[in-house]
């Protein structure tokens, strides 16, 4: 099973940051659309497997839901997608870099969080809503519990949550970036998801498709949304471009003192050219 070294990794994270930001408009909503349905459909199956469950399985069905949520970052980074809380690791990578200016960060975010909702809001509003599945029995319940969790909580709360979701979410990212078959992109991928559903952290494209089916079954506003979304979204930011993205440019790319000063001895050393 072929994988890169953490340098790698930084390198090839530093030139895929590149290539999302100058991504054309067109491209990146239908990526952004697929992106947030694919994660909106894992979100589904969570619902759909841990609904019915008895309550006396505790945290063992919270760890089942976890189990088969990782399908929708899956389809994100096998089949292609593009994903909000990814390519908030991604582009702040490439911009420390200086491979781009921070205009096409804030751009690439602002059409992949539209499109993400978009894609979020039709599996809730088509799938969960009008087929039923989330509307439907326990797992109403189920779809109303979460949605119910993640928007009682506190402005701090929900931003501190959203750090540790997109420093799991960002490094699944980092390990299938570090992977060059799928098997191993795909192991990769499970244990960090897995761990941030079971642990129940916010991930904002996830809220774009709970909490609107909530809404569509009758239970909360689309301003509750929006207190959850400013929090979540601030936090997934801070998660994904500075526990990791920041984090791994200050080791691997960011040149030190020490590095120029071994640069600078070996050019002295250098024979001149007669």
């Given at each position: 099973?072929?994988?890169?070294?953490?340098?790698?990794?930084?390198?090839?994270?530093?030139?895929?940051?590149?290539?999302?930001?100058?991504?054309?408009?067109?491209?990146?909503?239908?990526?952004?659309?697929?992106?947030?349905?694919?994660?909106?459909?894992?979100?589904?199956?969570?619902?759909?497997?841990?609904?019915?469950?008895?309550?006396?399985?505790?945290?063992?069905?919270?760890?089942?839901?976890?189990?088969?949520?990782?399908?929708?970052?899956?389809?994100?980074?096998?089949?292609?997608?593009?994903?909000?809380?990814?390519?908030?690791?991604?582009?702040?990578?490439?911009?420390?870099?200086?491979?781009?200016?921070?205009?096409?960060?804030?751009?690439?975010?602002?059409?992949?969080?539209?499109?993400?909702?978009?894609?979020?809001?039709?599996?809730?509003?088509?799938?969960?809503?009008?087929?039923?599945?989330?509307?439907?029995?326990?797992?109403?319940?189920?779809?109303?519990?979460?949605?119910?969790?993640?928007?009682?909580?506190?402005?701090?709360?929900?931003?501190?949550?959203?750090?540790g979701c997109n420093w799991l979410v960002?490094?699944?990212?980092?390990?299938?970036?570090?992977?060059?078959?799928?098997?191993?992109?795909?192991?990769?991928?499970?244990?960090?998801?897995?761990?941030?559903?079971?642990?129940?952290?916010?991930?904002?494209?996830?809220?774009?498709?709970?909490?609107?089916?909530?809404?569509?079954?009758?239970?909360?506003?689309?301003?509750?949304?929006?207190?959850?979304?400013?929090?979540?979204?601030?936090?997934?930011?801070?998660g994904g471009s500075l526990f990791v993205?920041?984090?791994?440019?200050?080791?691997?790319?960011?040149?030190?003192?020490?590095?120029?000063?071994?640069?600078?001895?070996?050019?002295?050393?250098?024979?001149?050219?007669?």
């Open positions: 099973m072929a994988f890169h070294t953490p340098q790698e990794i930084a390198k090839y994270t530093v030139d895929a940051g590149v290539r999302k930001a100058y991504m054309a408009v067109p491209n990146m909503l239908v990526l952004g659309f697929l992106a947030g349905a694919f994660i909106a459909l894992g979100f589904l199956l969570d619902i759909r497997t841990v609904g019915n469950l008895p309550e006396e399985w505790g945290s063992f069905a919270s760890f089942l839901g976890g189990a088969v949520f990782p399908v929708g970052l899956i389809l994100v980074l096998v089949a292609g997608a593009e994903l909000l809380t990814g390519n908030m690791m991604a582009l702040p990578l490439a911009w420390l870099s200086k491979k781009i200016p921070f205009s096409l960060v804030l751009r690439n975010w602002f059409w992949i969080a539209l499109s993400n909702f978009v894609g979020a809001v039709f599996v809730a509003y088509f799938f969960g809503h009008v087929v039923g599945l989330t509307e439907t029995g326990p797992f109403l319940e189920k779809t109303v519990s979460i949605a119910e969790h993640k928007l009682n909580e506190a402005f701090l709360q929900s931003f501190i949550s959203a750090i960002a490094l699944a990212v980092w390990l299938a970036y570090g992977s060059e078959d799928i098997g191993g992109k795909i192991l990769g991928i499970w244990f960090p998801i897995m761990a941030f559903v079971t642990i129940g952290f916010q991930h904002i494209v996830a809220n774009m498709f709970v909490i609107p089916a909530a809404i569509f079954a009758g239970y909360f506003s689309w301003l509750d949304f929006l207190g959850n979304f400013v929090p979540v979204f601030l936090g997934n930011a801070v993205g920041g984090a791994y440019w200050f080791v691997y790319i960011r040149p030190t003192r020490q590095e120029k000063g071994k640069a600078n001895v070996a050019r002295r050393q250098l024979p001149l050219e007669k």
